[in-house]
């Protein structure tokens, strides 16, 4: 009797390790299919003109608890769209921001850009000369905001339009980032976080951002006294 109550109670705890050691695996595969999920590289393409729609919700998110409290006094129907998706997108960041752009002027995503600032994000622009002082213009805003912002002196246009977020992914198309161009024209966004096409725009970035340093600006033609 002792000898079979043993061997029962040796095959009730093989079958308690043996569940375990399930559940343990059980467990392992869902955290690695979790986990794949979460590193899959994005890759988005973004279409407008963006419908009309309150992006304050997705602003005030990113702003803290309080502001996500108030509600959105706009008429405007909730609900995704291309901007949200643009603006998720971009406050997504973490460490860093670079924003290569001919015409800002939305001010929708110069909050979101103010907002990462506030965050301690490291927030760089490049931007056309001619273009930032236009009515509108989000650029004085942000650097009013503490933001770095250097343009061109150039006679062609600086008419990039790109960002990158956090140097891993790529925002870019045909987009300038203005009210006209998200809510009236037919343009295109791509999101991609490639590798092999993030980084020919991360050295681009860098080499436009040293070659527009303030130290080389020339406001004056040298042969003028």
Sequence with gaps: MRRGR?????????????????AAAAALGLALAAWRRRRRPVREVLFFP???????????E?????????PCPCPLPRGDCALSRLLRRLLSARRSLDICLFAFSSPQLGRAVQLLHRRGVRVRVVTDAQYMELQGSQIGLLRHAGIQVRHDQESGYMHHKFAIVDRRMLITGSLNWTTQAIHNNRENVLVTEDAEYVKPFL????????EYNPINYRFFSKDKK
């Design 50 to 60: 963006s419908r009309p729609s309150c992006t304050e919700a997705v602003l005030a």
């Design 6 to 22: 043993g061997g029962a109670m040796w095959a009730a705890g093989a079958q308690r390790r043996a569940g375990l050691v399930l």
């Design 62 to 70: 990113a702003a803290g608890p309080g502001a996500a409290a108030r």
């Design 203 to 210: 050295d681009e970035f860098e080499r436009i951002w040293e």
